[in-house]
C-alpha cells in the first residue's frame, strides 16, 4: 500500500495575525509498469492515510479534485519535476545542487484509481538508476486542507528508497514555505474564489427570480403552446402553398414564353426540349435569346388558325405575348373559361388587338 509522511500541523493563527498556509504531505508508491515506467500514479482516489502505523491522515482526493488537479495541469506553462530525495526543496536552504530526476506535463484522473502522471520523461541517469532498482519509490508532494484532509495541489515528486522517510514533516514544511504562496492578512479567501462565489450568489438570484416568474406566468407577454403550434403549423401550410402556386405561375410563364416561340418560328420541335430545360433554370434568359434570334421557319397556317399570318407577329417580343396570353388564361379563368397556354398564345398572336 502507499505510505504517507506524518501531516504537518500548520500553526494556528494569532488574533490579528495570517492565517495558517495549507498543510503538505507526502506520498510513497512503489515504481511500476516496467523497468522504466512512464505513467505513474502519483496519488490513489478516494480516502487513504498512512499504513506505518503512525496516526495520519486520513486524506481525500474526490473525483472533482482530480479531474481539477489535470485541468491546473494543463493550464501550466511549464513542466512539472521528479528529483531526488526531494532535493530540490533542500536545496532552498543548502545551497545545494538538485538535478532532475524527470519531467511530467500532463495528468491523468483515473477514476476509481488515483491520479496518474502519463508522459513522464525521464534524464539519463534517472532511467539507468530505476533500470537498476537503485531507486524503486514515487514520492508526490502535495498540499491539502489541514481541517478536512482534501488534496489542493500537487507541487511535485520525487525518487526516494525509504517509504518511512525520517524528516518528512521538515520536507512539509519546506514545501510550505517554498513552494505555496502565502496567503494575505485579510483573509484566507482568494480574490478570484471571491468574485466566483459572488457570480455564483448572482445566478442563484436570477434562478430563483425566473422560477417564480415561470410560476406565474404574465398572460400578455406568453401565449399557450397550443396556439403557438396552431400558428405554427398554419405557418408552414401557407408557405407550402405558396411554393406550389410560385411553381404553376412560373410552369404556366415558361409554357407560355414557348408557344410563343413557336408560333413566332423562333422554336422548332427539335428545339423545345431544349428551351424547357433552359427556361426552367433560366426564364429571362430564354426571353432575351428568342427576342434576339431570327425567325427559324415561317409559321404555317395551321398556327394562325387558316388566316394570313398578322403583320408583325414574327418579330413580336416573345416574352410581350407571353405574358399578354397569361393575362388572357387569367381573365377566361375569372370568368369561369379553361383556356390551354396553347389557345391563349394563339388568340393574342390572331387578335393583337383585343
Not at 412560373?250 to 414557348?258: F, S, Y
Request: glycine share 8%; with cysteine; hydrophobic share 45%.
Amino acid at each position: 500500500m502507499p505510505r504517507l509522511s506524518p501531516r504537518l500541523s500548520p500553526s494556528p493563527a494569532s488574533a490579528y495575525g495570517s492565517p495558517p498556509p495549507p498543510a503538505v504531505a507526502a506520498l510513497h508508491s512503489e515504481l511500476v509498469g516496467g523497468p522504466i515506467p512512464t505513467a505513474l500514479r502519483l496519488i490513489p482516489a478516494g480516502t487513504f492515510g498512512a499504513s506505518d502505523g503512525r496516526q495520519q491522515g486520513p486524506w481525500e482526493l474526490t473525483d472533482a479534485d482530480g479531474r481539477r488537479l489535470v485541468a491546473e495541469m494543463a493550464a501550466r506553462q511549464s513542466d512539472r519535476y521528479i528529483d531526488y530525495e526531494h532535493a530540490t526543496l533542500h536545496a532552498k536552504q543548502s545551497g545545494q545542487p538538485a538535478p532532475a530526476a524527470g519531467w511530467f506535463s500532463a495528468l491523468e484522473w483515473r477514476p476509481g484509481d488515483g491520479l496518474w502522471a502519463v508522459d513522464v520523461a525521464w534524464t539519463a541517469a534517472a532511467a539507468e538508476r530505476i533500470a537498476a532498482r537503485e531507486y524503486r519509490y514515487i514520492s508526490p508532494l502535495f498540499s491539502f486542507d489541514a481541517a478536512t484532509g482534501r488534496v489542493l495541489q500537487l507541487l511535485g515528486a520525487s525518487l526516494t528508497n525509504d517509504p518511512g522517510l525520517d524528516g518528512l514533516t521538515d520536507l512539509a514544511a519546506l514545501a510550505a514555505q517554498y513552494l505555496i504562496p502565502k496567503p494575505t492578512t485579510e483573509t484566507r479567501m482568494p480574490e478570484t474564489l471571491k468574485k466566483l462565489l459572488a457570480a455564483v450568489q448572482a445566478l442563484q438570484t436570477n434562478v430563483a427570480a425566473l422560477t417564480a416568474q415561470a410560476a406565474t406566468p404574465d398572460p400578455a407577454k406568453f401565449v399557450p403552446i397550443a396556439s403557438l403550434s396552431a400558428v405554427q403549423a398554419e405557418h408552414a401550410a401557407t408557405q407550402t402553398q405558396l411554393a406550389a402556386l410560385t411553381a404553376k405561375v412560373r410552369a404556366a410563364e415558361l409554357d407560355a414564353v414557348i408557344e410563343a416561340g413557336k408560333a413566332a418560328g423562333k422554336i422548332t420541335p427539335a428545339l423545345e426540349g431544349w428551351a424547357r430545360e433552359y427556361g426552367t433554370q433560366n426564364l429571362a434568359g430564354l426571353s432575351a435569346y428568342l427576342k434576339d434570334t431570327a425567325v427559324v421557319c415561317t409559321p404555317g397556317s395551321t398556327q394562325t388558325g387558316g388566316k394570313s399570318a398578322v403583320s408583325g407577329v414574327a418579330d413580336q417580343d416573345a416574352q410581350t405575348i407571353a405574358r399578354a396570353a397569361l393575362a388572357y388564361q387569367v381573365a377566361q379563368s375569372a370568368a369561369g373559361l379553361s383556356v390551354t397556354t396553347l389557345q391563349a398564345v394563339k388568340h393574342v398572336t390572331t387578335h393583337p388587338g383585343a
